[in-house]
């Protein structure tokens, strides 16, 4: 009975916590904890009006980043830095592509479902790169050039044509179905141009020298130091050569260059632009010549051998930059 009561004994006071807590707080034999010593409480979550809502959390954090990033990526490419641009648009693409892939809806699916799923992604994806960003913005150009016999007086939408001058035909097309716009172009060709001018197309552009249009130089002839004459007599014409303050010539002469610019709204989608020119031949000779000069300041007028045409302009969002150099005088040059 003893030994039963004492066993009895035992289990009681397995029963009871090994480190019982005391009145004062502390265990049995060790000193009572102080109110300034105790731990600090843990802090209650804040009430559910101050959360914020998980839609918000989705919108901000797991899409914003992602649309973030593709949306500076369009920008990019619309300001023509194109390659950082598509970089940043497929980078912000594959996150937001990441994040679906670890939603509970799209984890639990069959493989052959997320297989379907993917292909259906790639190929819109695919499809308004092909379509969108990297679509083709061709170019073509066609020129002619001839010496043409007119008579004297002849006008030619409004060039005054003269004797040495020879034609200069220029045709620009957008074939495809988008039009281009902010259309920015230099023209050049292996003789002077001394007019060019717009004669057909549905694009309302100007054209200019690169130097400028300038008010023709005057001239007096003059006896030593007194005048001769009226000023601009045409029996005393002088050929102006400008150069700039370091003696490097700035264009053949007054009036011409070599170079013209063009610049449109727009080319809109299958359609051409087509210029007229004025061409002259100068005799470099007649550049060193000391007056008065042996050699003429014109040589006889011939047709234009090459056209050089650099272009740039805007097209679904995207810069686009199109050379043509040196296409030759009647052929049809493209680029695609």
């Known amino acids: 009975m003893a030994r039963e ?18 009145p004062s707080g502390a265990p049995p034999g060790r000193p009572p904890i102080s109110p300034d010593s105790a731990p600090p409480p843990t802090p209650e979550d804040p009430p559910d009006k101050w959360r914020r809502p998980k839609a918000l959390n989705y919108a901000i954090i797991r899409l914003g980043v992602p649309f973030a990033i593709a949306a500076l990526g369009i920008g990019l490419m619309m300001a023509d830095r194109f390659s950082y641009g598509v970089a940043l648009l497929y980078l912000g693409l594959g996150l ?10 799209f984890r639990n699916r069959s493989l052959p479902l997320k297989i379907v799923a993917g292909l259906i992604s790639a190929a819109l994806i695919t499809t308004i790169s092909v379509t969108l960003i990297f679509r083709a913005a061709p170019f073509e150009v066609f020129t002619s050039s001839s010496v043409p016999r007119y008579g004297p007086g002849s006008k030619l939408h409004g060039i005054e044509w003269l004797p040495r001058y020879s034609e200069l035909n220029v045709d620009l097309g957008n074939p495809s179905s988008t039009d281009y716009d902010d259309f920015d172009a230099e023209v050049t060709t292996d003789l002077v141009i ?22 023709p130089p005057h001239w007096q002839h003059m006896q030593g130091d007194q005048p001769v004459g009226p000023i601009d007599n045409p029996n005393w014409e002088y050929q102006v050569i400008p150069y700039d303050k370091n003696h490097k010539l700035l264009a053949p002469f007054s009036g011409a260059d070599w170079t013209y610019r063009i610049r449109c709204d727009k080319i809109p989608a ?31 007028p011939k047709p234009a051998k090459w056209v050089t045409i650099l272009a740039r302009f805007q097209t679904s969002g995207r810069g686009r930059v199109k050379n043509i150099l040196r296409c030759q005088i009647g052929s049809i040059c493209k680029t695609e």
């Open 5 to 22: 009561a004492q066993q009895r004994e035992r289990g009681r006071e397995g029963l009871l916590p090994r480190n019982p807590i005391g």
């Open 96 to 105: 937001f592509a990441l994040d679906i892939a670890y939603e509970d809806f």
């Open 194 to 215: 001394n007019h060019l001018v717009q004669t057909g197309g549905l694009g309302n552009c100007k054209l200019d020298s690169i130097h400028g249009a300038n008010e």
């Open 270 to 300: 299958n359609s051409h632009l087509t210029l007229l020119g004025a061409l002259v031949l100068v005799n470099p000779k007649a550049y060193d010549c000391n007056a008065p000069c042996p050699y003429p300041f014109f040589d006889p």
